[in-house]
C-alpha cells in the first residue's frame, strides 16, 4: 500500500477487523513517544501516566535503552539457551549483585515469571516438603492470565469461564495473616502475595503483615514468593518494595519495568531454594540478548542515577498534589500507593468518565477500579510533569 494511503489508514477499523476483542481501548493510536510524552496519528500530545502499564520506566525512546537495544540488534539478537551469551549474564549479575537473591531464570512475561516461580516452589515441595504443591495466594491480587496464573489471581472476573482451573492454589484474604495460617497445610509449599496490590486497586498492606507472613512461612518451613512484577525496578521508591518490608523473600519474580518496555520477566531465588536441575525448565526467547540487553541498560541507569529515590520523591510530591485536591472535591474519598503507584478512589464510579476526559485534555490515566484511578507514570518524570497532570486532573474534576 502507498505511504500516503497508509496514513490515512483508521487503524482502529483494522483492530475491530483483525485483532481478537480482548483490550478495552481508549480510541487513541499512539504512534510515537519521548520521555513521559506520547503522540497519536493525528499529531496530538499526552503526558503519560501509565507509562505503558508501568512498564516504561525510563520513559519513552530512552536514550540509554535505545543505543543498547540499537547495539545488540546489529551485534546479536537471538540464540537459544543452548549457548552462553554476554548480556543474560551482564543482567543476571547486576540483579544479583542487587538483590538478596543467588540465582536468577529469565523469561518473557509476568505470568511466564510467576510460573516458573511456582514449579520452582512445587520442585521445592517434591524434595523437602513430602511432596506439597499447593500455593496460598490472595484475593484481589493479580499474577497474569495463563490458566495456572488465573487460578493464582484471587479475582472470580478472571477465572469465572476457564474452569476447570488448574488445581493447587488457595485465595484468602489480603493483609491478614490468620487467613494464611488457617489456610496452611501438610500440602502447602509457599505462599505468593504482592508487596502492594497493583491491579486489585493499589492495596498497601499494615507495615507489619510481610513481616507476620515471612515469620509463618519460617516456622512452617515454606516458601515465600513475592511477586514484584510490577512493585519492582523502584517503581515503589526502592529498587524492590521488599526491601522497605525489613523481610527477604525466598522467589522473587519481575517482569513489565525489567527491560524498560523490551518484552523480559524473570524470577530469582536463594541458593538453598533453586533446586532445579538441567531440563527442569526453559523458555525459548527467555534470557535472548535483545532484552536482556535491554534489561542491562534500564537496570544500570536506575542504580546509577538513583531513579528509584526520584521516584519516592516524586512520588510523595504526587500523593501531596492528589491530597491537596481532596478539600476541594468531596468525592476524593482517599488517595493511597507507595513511590509511583498511586491509586486515588472516589465516593461513586466516576473513573472511567475522568479518563475519558483527561485523553481529551492529554493526560493518559488507568481507571484501576470503576471509582478508582492508577497513576503508574515513567519514573523519570518531575515536579513540573506532576503540577501539569494535576492542572489537567483538577479542571476535570471540576466537569464530573
Ligand atoms: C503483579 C503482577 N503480576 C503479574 C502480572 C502479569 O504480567 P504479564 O502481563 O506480563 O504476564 C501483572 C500484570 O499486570 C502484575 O501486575
Known amino acids: 500500500m502507498p505511504e500516503r494511503e497508509r496514513e490515512m489508514t483508521d487503524w482502529q477499523e483494522l483492530e475491530h477487523k483483525y485483532l481478537m476483542n480482548t483490550a478495552k481501548r481508549l480510541p487513541v493510536t499512539l504512534v510515537r513517544g519521548e520521555g513521559a510524552r506520547v503522540w497519536d496519528d493525528r499529531g496530538k500530545e499526552y503526558l503519560d501516566f501509565v507509562g505503558g502499564w508501568a512498564v516504561n520506566v525510563l520513559g519513552h525512546a530512552h536514550p540509554e535503552i535505545v543505543a543498547a537495544v540499537s547495539e545488540q540488534v546489529r551485534t546479536l539478537i537471538h540464540t537459544s539457551n543452548q549457548f552462553y551469551t554476554v548480556p543474560q549474564l551482564q543482567l543476571a549479575e547486576l540483579l544479583v549483585q542487587n538483590s538478596c537473591f543467588d540465582k536468577v531464570f529469565f523469561c518473557n512475561s509476568g505470568a511466564e ?65 490468620e487467613a494464611i495460617e488457617r489456610a496452611t497445610g501438610s500440602e502447602t509449599c509457599a505462599v505468593m502475595l504482592e508487596v502492594v496490590q497493583g491491579e486489585g486497586g493499589v492495596n498497601v498492606p499494615d507495615d507489619g503483615y510481610l513481616k507476620e507472613v515471612r515469620s509463618w512461612c519460617d516456622e512452617q518451613g515454606i516458601l515465600l514468593i513475592l511477586d514484584e512484577i510490577q512493585t519492582g525496578m523502584g517503581r515503589t521508591g526502592t529498587l524492590f518494595a521488599y526491601q522497605q518490608c525489613g523481610i527477604e ?66 512520588g510523595d ?79 476535570v474534576l471540576a466537569r464530573v
Not at 484511578?373 to 494535576?390: H, K, N, Q
Open 249 to 314: 523473600p525466598d522467589i522473587m519474580t519481575l517482569a513489565k519495568g525489567l527491560a524498560g518496555g523490551v518484552p523480559i520477566g524473570a524470577f530469582l531465588s536463594k541458593d538453598k531454594v533453586c533446586v532445579f536441575a538441567p531440563g527442569d525448565h526453559g523458555s525459548t526467547f527467555g534470557g535472548n540478548p535483545l532484552a536482556c540487553a535491554a534489561g542491562y541498560a534500564t537496570l544500570k541507569f536506575i542504580l546509577e542515577h538513583d531513579i528509584a529515590e526520584n521516584c519516592r520523591q516524586i
Open 113 to 177: 515469571a510467576n510460573e516458573g516461580a511456582v514449579k520452582l516452589a512445587r520442585r521445592y515441595g517434591s524434595l523437602y516438603l513430602n511432596g506439597a504443591y499447593e500455593v496460598i495466594t490472595a484475593m484481589n491480587s493479580f499474577h497474569g492470565r495463563t490458566l495456572a496464573m488465573v487460578a493464582a489471581t484471587g479475582q472470580p472476573k478472571f477465572q469465572q469461564t476457564y474452569t476447570p482451573l488448574p488445581e493447587g492454589f488457595v485465595n484468602v484474604e489480603y493483609n491478614n495473616v
Open 317 to 395: 510530591y504526587l500523593k501531596a498534589g492528589l491530597e491537596g485536591l481532596k478539600p476541594k472535591f468531596e468525592k476524593i474519598v482517599e488517595v493511597r500507593g507507595r513511590g509511583l503507584l498511586v491509586a486515588v478512589e472516589f465516593s461513586g464510579e466516576i473513573a472511567e468518565g475522568v479518563v475519558q476526559d483527561c485523553l481529551e485534555e492529554g493526560l493518559l490515566l488507568n481507571a484501576v477500579k470503576p471509582n478508582a484511578l492508577r497513576f503508574m507514570p515513567p519514573l523519570i518524570i518531575g515536579e513540573s510533569e506532576v503540577d501539569e497532570a494535576m492542572g489537567i486532573l483538577e479542571r
